[in-house]
């Protein structure tokens, strides 16, 4: 049976100390070992949530419902980084953000991406959670406390923030912070993540497949609307039943697939109509990047356009959209040699993003647009 090691680098402790299990052994024969984590109770005891992220965190997921209700006309913009690697360039992104949220406040609910964890279709960089020094030492407690010091940075703004929850045990280390979330294209159908999902404090995105398809979603979104009991961990880390009341307040993001878009009128208001079907509200969003955009960053801006176009010609099935936008567009890879200071400060080591600049365009002309 494993138990906890100590120290910051489990993994490399774990490799050093390898042996072969016994022949007679049955468990545990790929595993090296494991490494104890601050509990969520200690970690938000040593990093509180202070009143001023509080009152955001609080308004905003007020402000979201409204506008999923239809009682608040502005649209959701969910804006920021394909992913956070450097806290530096992703405060400086998130004082630039919360200057333009004041200034489109009027037409935009404006909430930072704000994204530590990604999925990946084979393997890659994680994300920050899991590899906050880029160097795969994998130190995670390293990354939950720099991920919960970021968010409560840029809480205290004013600036909510937006994040995709992937392993089901870190929204019990953030989620106060987190004023909305997204379930991805790849866990969508994952029963483990509808389950949470239906106990998460925030209201959540729900995006199609990646073939495309929108029932995946669609039951999804059927799912954690209801109460789920699954296997989990409580704010002092330990292992326990937990018990969701199911929550409602979820909508569905169209994010093309297989190469197709389904940001087209045509598209938008066929998804309306199958989650019309389904009994759930029509409201949707629209992530500009991904197969919408073919995976090609410079095309984000069509995608925003056409949909900022039909929303200001009076569709009002389309409740926001997604932007992937970083300091500096493009991205770039990690060096070779895993030296961090060669990397261009705010430039994605992930998905490509659009620049500041498109970016301030962007929404002041969706302001304009939709006053």
């Not at 307040?249 to 109509?273: F, K, M, S």
């Not at 409201?283 to 056409?306: F, P, Y």
């Amino acid at each position: 049976m494993l138990t906890c090691r100590d120290g910051r680098n489990g993994m490399a402790q774990a490799s050093a100390e390898q042996k072969s299990p016994p022949t007679s052994s049955t468990q545990d024969l790929h595993v090296l070992g494991v490494s104890p984590l601050p509990s969520p109770r200690q970690l938000k005891s040593q990093m509180p949530l202070t009143e001023a992220a509080r009152r955001t965190v609080i308004d905003a997921r007020r402000a979201i419902k409204q506008i999923l209700l239809g009682q608040d006309r502005r649209m959701i913009a969910i804006v920021g980084p394909c992913s956070i690697h450097d806290e530096p360039a992703a405060l400086e992104y998130a004082h630039r953000l919360d200057s333009l949220r004041r200034e489109v406040e009027e037409t935009l609910l404006v909430v930072m991406r704000v994204y530590f964890e990604k999925p990946r279709t084979t393997v890659g960089w994680k994300g920050l959670i899991y590899d906050p020094h880029l160097n795969d030492t994998f130190d995670m407690a390293a990354g939950l406390r720099l991920g919960r010091d970021i968010l409560l940075r840029i809480s205290a703004l004013g600036l909510p923030a937006a994040t995709e929850f992937l392993d089901p045990f870190v929204p019990q280390y953030l989620d106060d912070l987190v004023s909305w979330a997204a379930i991805g294209a790849r866990t969508t159908e994952s029963q483990t993540h509808r389950q949470m999902a239906s106990g998460l404090s925030m209201p959540v995105g729900y995006k199609n497949s990646t073939t495309g398809d929108l029932q995946t979603a669609i039951n999804a979104m059927l799912s954690a609307r209801t109460p789920h009991a699954f296997l989990g961990i409580d704010a002092d880390g330990r292992a326990c039943i937990v018990n969701t009341t199911g929550n409602r307040w979820g909508h569905l993001i169209l994010r093309g697939g297989n190469d197709l878009t389904n940001y087209e009128p045509q598209a938008v208001a066929a998804a309306a109509a199958v989650l019309e079907s389904a009994g759930l509200a029509r409201g949707l969003m629209v992530d500009c990047s991904h197969a919408n955009s073919g995976k090609e960053h410079t095309r984000q801006n069509i995608v925003w356009r056409s949909v900022i176009e039909q929303r200001a010609a009076g569709n009002r099935d389309l409740i926001g959209l997604m932007l992937e936008s970083n300091l500096e567009p493009g991205r770039q890879d990690l060096a070779a040699d895993g030296d961090v200071q060669k990397l261009t400060p705010g430039v994605s080591i992930t998905d490509a993003c659009i620049g500041w600049d498109e970016t301030q365009q962007l929404l002041l002309q969706a302001h304009q647009a939709l006053r």
